[in-house]
């Protein structure tokens, strides 16, 4: 056990599955860096460096650099998982599924079912999102819930460097298409991490606390940001429970009813737009199936429904923070 | 490469079932007996026939959506195919596919595909796991000219080549991307794209299986040896619309019924075997006797079967949820 980064827990997973199973292969844009060139290869391990230092360990064989060609390298993973390897591809910025989300939702997405059970495709989509790094719309969106959306993908959005180790271990041991989302804004937050290999399984939440009056359900980054809010919550005598679905497809319904049941209260949070969002379905499903336990409207505190601005002022405002998350609180204790 | 006479008579069958499958398929659509969207390889028998008889089940190749004849061609069973055409619970997929997605992974058909263009990036994942588990496999990507116009299919001639995987990409040319011409949709040329990707390039003749067959061995050979990919350039003709119930009005008058009495890849194989003496009429009279017998059976078995049970509704989307 030692401090971990995010990125290292992340880069620590894949190295550790590498070992374990020679099937699988990791390739992206610079995954490694300098392919071809006359500088040093490794160069960049990624465009922020989450799988430096897997070309000097396992080879070119195994670590590959692709052309710019999302289709066509995101597609490679899915005939490749479906061929037998275990591909951990990177999509750099989830921004950019536009350019090839059919070989996504389209292609491995339907296999299992459209081939009536024969395929299996393990495959990993590692992909980057989130606002705060004043990127601006097209690198720092939150689009979880498109994939989530969509039968036959599995979406994991960890929430700090412990849950990133393990659900990456899961993520490459698991025989499904996989979408794994890294909020950039964390790769340097740091906590303790084993050093043996764990896997964390899918669709369980964790609590992060428990508490009487409230249930903060908050995907990502937005536990964190959520445990702070519950930090100042507990000081004006509201104590909250805080839940981390982990991963939104499976989502952990189960234990999300039962803690609204407990609290009678529910705010979600999420980064992502409002509307057809993570936030929402949490909300309707516990509409659905929790209503008589609710004591107060549900709240959602998301960004709002426009692209992610540029100028840090708007920026800042744009990213739910704990401040927004207490006064939903209040409204949902009103 | 000189085919053995077993080897011949089997290419002639698998031609002689492409045909009679589709010819059936129509009329049964016609008829209402098929659910959905159909599209039909009549016409293009002698490109799946010549290019997959060099293949094995090693080898994988990714289809369109005219993809009934690449599934025979790649060993698919036609009782099944049927049956899952039909939307049967027997079929090849359980009736979850239909016509659009049929696929034996288990033969190395990696699937039809109702996305044009969707399947070239499929077979870099399909070569590279060949290349890296040395499996001496081949993937080939079969698209039409309307799927050479797609960016994830020119994005796959740039990727194969640039981690030199063993591809073949058969732009199967039939004139026209549904109801538009190919020769107004395709700037430049198929074998000019293939140059400028650094890929050695082939056209022939899609209506002669002799031809298809030479020039197919060549680029699979060249890929099995580690040489990289290659495309194919075949030009060939579709006897039906692009979808059934295509009223074909964008074609010239008279034109079908001068391919098909021009360029019929069955009548030109049974010239050119019996021609070079390789074969006799009454050993292709005998498939065709047998084939007939096989579809007709094939249909009235599909036409009784049944559906696939509801609750298979929500099976077969995750291994595990």
């Given at each position: ?334 | ?164 995987l063993p591809v073949i990409f058969v732009v199967e040319d039939n004139g026209y991307a549904e109801a538009t011409s190919s020769s107004w949709s395709v700037a430049g040329s198929q074998m000019d794209r ?128």
């Open positions: 056990m030692s401090k971990k980064s995010y990125r290292q827990a992340i880069n620590e997973a894949i190295a550790q599955e590498m070992r374990r199973d020679e099937n699988v292969l990791v390739w992206g844009e610079d995954n490694a860096g300098g392919t071809g060139g006359d500088g040093e290869q490794d160069a960049w391990g990624g465009v922020l460096g989450v799988t430096k230092g897997l070309l000097p360990e396992f080879g070119p064989n195994r670590v590959l650099d692709t052309p710019i060609s999302e289709s066509a390298f995101i597609g490679a993973a899915a005939g490749a998982a479906a061929t037998g390897l275990r591909p951990v591809a990177e999509l750099m910025f989830v921004d950019f599924m536009g350019v090839c989300f059919d070989q996504i939702f389209n292609q491995a997405a339907k296999f299992r079912y459209m081939f009536g059970g024969k395929a299996v495709t393990p495959m990993v989509i590692r992909t980057m999102y989130g606002a705060g790094f004043r990127a601006a719309s097209q690198h720092s969106q939150a689009l979880y819930s498109v994939f989530t959306h969509v039968p036959g993908l599995k979406v994991v959005v960890p929430s700090s460097p412990y849950e990133a180790k393990g659900l990456m271990t899961q993520a490459i041991r698991d025989d499904d298409p996989v979408i794994f989302f890294e909020n950039k804004v964390m790769y340097d937050d740091e906590e303790e991490v084993p050093d043996d290999p764990y896997a964390i399984p899918f669709g369980e939440a964790r609590l992060t606390r428990e508490g009487d009056d409230v249930t903060i359900v908050a995907i990502g980054r937005m536990v964190g940001i959520a445990n702070q809010a519950a930090d100042e919550l507990e000081k004006a005598g509201i104590s909250a429970t805080v839940v981390d679905p982990r991963t939104t497809s499976p989502l952990d319904v189960d234990t999300i009813i039962e803690c609204v049941e407990d609290t009678g209260r529910l705010v979600v949070v999420d980064e992502s737009h409002p509307r057809c969002s993570v936030a929402s379905d949490i909300s309707s499903i516990v509409a659905q199936h929790a209503f008589k336990a609710l004591k107060g409207p549900i709240q959602m505190v998301t960004a709002p429904h426009t692209p992610v601005p540029f100028a840090p002022e708007l920026e800042d405002a744009y990213v739910p923070n704990p401040a927004k998350i207490v006064d939903a609180v209040k409204v949902a204790m009103a | 490469m000189q085919l053995s006479r077993d080897e011949l008579i089997e290419s002639y069958r698998v031609m002689r079932t492409i045909r009679d499958f589709e010819e059936r398929v129509h009329e049964e659509f016609s008829g209402g007996a098929i659910p959905g969207f159909v599209h039909l390889y009549s016409g293009e028998e002698a490109s799946a026939a010549g290019i997959c008889q060099h293949l094995s089940d090693k080898d994988k190749i990714a289809s369109t959506h005219r993809g009934h004849g690449h599934c025979i061609a790649k060993g698919c069973d036609v009782r099944q195919m049927m049956l899952e055409i039909y939307g049967r619970g027997e079929g090849l997929c359980g009736g979850k596919g239909g016509s659009m997605h049929i696929a034996d992974l288990s033969k190395g058909m990696l699937g039809a595909n109702g996305i044009v263009g969707g399947g070239p990036p499929l077979i870099c994942g399909a070569a590279l796991t060949a290349k890296y588990k040395k499996t001496g496999g081949v993937a080939i990507a079969f698209v039409g000219d309307g799927g050479s116009n797609q960016g994830t299919t020119l994005e796959s001639y740039n990727l194969a080549k640039v981690w030199n293939a140059k400028g990707f650094g890929m050695p390039a082939v056209q022939v003749d899609g209506h002669d299986f002799f031809a298809v067959h030479e020039a197919a061995g060549e680029v699979i050979e060249r890929a099995r040896a580690g040489g990289g990919p290659s495309l194919m350039h075949v030009i060939l003709n579709r006897f039906f619309g692009h979808f059934e119930g295509d009223a074909m009005t964008y074609r010239a008058e008279g034109e079908i019924a001068r391919l098909r009495k021009e360029k019929d890849s069955l009548k030109i194989f049974r010239t050119n075997a019996t021609q070079a003496g390789l074969l006799e009429d009454a050993d292709m009279d005998k498939v065709d006797k047998e084939v007939a017998g096989l579809i007709d059976d094939v249909v009235k078995e599909s036409e009784k079967a049944t559906p696939p049970p509801l609750e298979k509704l929500t099976t077969d989307v995750y291994v595990n949820y």
